[in-house]
């Protein structure tokens, strides 16, 4: 559930969730407006065009009416009659029809009562005409047709003709009162048009401020998570890769802080490289046991035969001027102390002994055990005198101060051979003449220290 | 992002949301058919604009009449007929659906045509049918016809718009809301409104090319004529009596085709009228019509006259055209023989059909000039399928029979016409009973001629089939064997 919480990719979504819903939200505006748009269009279309339609044709059908009772007028017999009739039973019927779709005008109206009235006249009157004409048309039969024609009969054929030019005069005024009452009606279906237009077009010019909005401000969320991406995401993983390029990453500069999968990794490395430099220091402390080791003896911890010969033979390779002395030391009778005591106490016996070479020779000595109870020393650049004066003052506090080990009290003493003056080209030779005076020692009863004296000292 | 811009981005989401049904604008069609159907259900009503409006187009019969009028498998994919002519075997098409995807199968077939066999269930031309002795579904797509007698006829017939397939769940409906199998589903249609069909995405045959039509019903000449000059109208099947048709034939933006019709123009006689009962007034009213001055009211077309109940392109016509040449005098004097000297009174109920309109005054003017005083009244259609067809209510009428050798209506006793002649009937079971063709044409011409004889009519003229489109409209029939506007034909020149 952690991911569901913190997760990067739900947030991720998140905010993807939140692009959309505001580039859903334009849509939405956009659409409603195309929406709208075509309503008010359809509306003028269907509605208003249609009504403007139908009081075109009423004008057009109440000017047609008028042509159909000059037909009408002017039919010689039934038949003409007949079909003139016929027409303006027609436009009689679709102008009713139309005087009713027109009445379904939900805009501005005209007096409606006013319209029908004027049809009623109109139709009345061509009814009457109708009748007249009929009449006329009989009549002529009689007069042009019988023998004996009565005064009265022509009389009363300009009677008719007389009252229908009243008739179609009358009508001639009606439908010009009905087109003026229709063409009312068509500049209020007009206004209606004109004004649904002009609200669109209002309604258009919010939608474009709108819209100009929510584009900005659809905008600005891409900047936001651009921003919030780049902050939560992308300089973290910077920062994490700065600290990770370094020679030696430090834990402390991997950031770890938050909750989530970079942080999670951050954390991961971060115990990563804790690990990896507890290892690598761990490892350089191996290093420098295994190279102490190499070079110095175990037991004592001085230098060992090794890394002595090695020194002795870079010495000669790059040679001075200097003047070198070199002595061997060797336990006097170790094997007994060994026997008696036993070897651990014998190897407590001989890391006295380096410890009391060490703080009895100078500094500047190089002393290597060279075998089990053999010690080496190389003396630069310092008086043979001074040299022998120094290990006889050795020799003689060794002797006379028994080793205390493990409550034991050992009286140990040793035997030396001091060898010089050597250049460092020939310090193998001096070592064997040093070797050869510690025989000699030996020999002579142990416990001394014999000198042999080889070359001269570089500035005698 | 400056407000020309928007503009701009305005302007293009425009043009491209208009130009949308621009583009549909091929696949859309309107439809004029003239006369206002009283329902839309061809099964129960005579009126040819329902079939006009509905054949092919919303149902679909187990056969079709084609362009040519011949038949075609539709429904029905094939069939087997026995020896004796007396059984058929009708294969049904399998996957077919009606519009309220219920499907199409033998027993729903059966259903169809026992509904139109059953005199109370209403259908008109039940008695078309009468040959059928028993209807039996075998399995889901096989139907099996037994007759009482070989009927050459029937497969023709069954591609009649009165023998299209309903169903059981919505043919109670049909008339209001028509579910058939054809290609077209009704959307909608309310009295003195456009019937609007579109089509239908389960039809079991090719997709038509047009998938929506809008079919409107203006029977006010003047409004007709309107509306064609406003060019609101693609097509419109019957412009021939239209004055304005000459005008309109010069326009650019439409074309006329002349074409013909099987149908008969008939001055109709109610022979229950005491005078009209009497052969002599028919004879007289026969002689008082100057056929060849009616057609005047083709501006532009010269439709064959008749002189009986029969297509001069069926190969046993007979030219009865002059059997009662244009006499008036004659026929003032068959009226008073008839003892009608003094006058005599009759009613003249016209439907609002064009050329009944302008046919009308003609008529009434021949009448009243050998002494008939006609009473003309012009009724609605509705009023006319109620009061004329199904009240005989009525002195004289005119109507164009447009349904094919439907020589049989003179055999119904009760049809409109009432016309109750038992030589005929006897001469018509002849016919159905006939199977050899040369026989048959005897037969024909002789009923043919009895009917000119009794003057059962003032036979006037062959229906003349006119259309009007607009330039670019494709694919209409040239000429209507059956009433039928088949709009999965119709195309738009790419």
Redo the contacts between chains.
Sequence with gaps: MRFLRYGLTTRVALLTLVLVLVLLAVISLALLSFGQYKKTLDEVAEHQVHALMSATRLVQQAEGMVNASAFLLLAENHFNRRQAVFEIEDRKEWMERLVDDLSNYRGKQVDFSRINQLNQSLFSNLNRINNLVKQRIDQRVDVYFQEGVALKDIQQLELINAEIGEMIRANHELSQDLTVTVGQQVSHIREGILSEVQGMHQDMATREVWLLYAGGLAFLVVLLIAFYINRSVVARVIQLQKALSLAHPKPRDIPVAGDDEIAWMAQSIHRYVDKINAHESHILEINAELSFLATHDALTKLYNRHYFDRKINEMSSEPTNDSFCAAMIDIDWFKSINDRYGHDVGDRVIIRLAEHLQAELPKSALLARVGGEEFAVIFQQIPLDETAALLEKLRIKLAEQPLEVEGLSIAVTASLGLAGYCKDGDLIACLKQADQALYQAKRRGRNQLVVRRVGKFKDE | ?N?NY??AV?MM??LL?WSLPLLANKEEVRIELHLEPPHLDPTLTPAATVAEATYNNIYEGLTRINREGEVEPLLAQGWDVSADGLRYDFYLQPGVVFHNQQPFTAEVAAFSLRRLLDPEAGNPQHNLYSSIREINPRGRHRLELVLNRPDNLLLFRLGLSAAVMVEPNSAATNKEHPAGTGPYEFIAWKAGEALKLQAFPNYWHDQPEIRRASLTFTS????LE?SLTDGEVDFYPDISPMASVKRLADRADYQINDGVTEGQTLLVFNHAHPALSDLQVRRAINHAVDKRRLLKIFPKASPTLIGSHFSPMHPAYVDLVDFYPYDPDKARKLLKEAGYARGLKLNFKVPPPLYA?QLS??L??DL?AVGIQVE?Q?ISWTDWLQEVFQDKDYDLTIIAHVEPLDMDIYAREDYYFNFQNETFRKLWQQIETTQDEAARNQLFAQAQYHLAEQAAQVFLHIKPQQSIHKVGLKGFWQNAPIPAVVISELYWDK
């Design positions: 992002m407000k928007i503009k305005w989401a425009f949301l006010n000449r003047i409004e309107a309109q005054l003609y009434m003017d009243e003309l012009r």
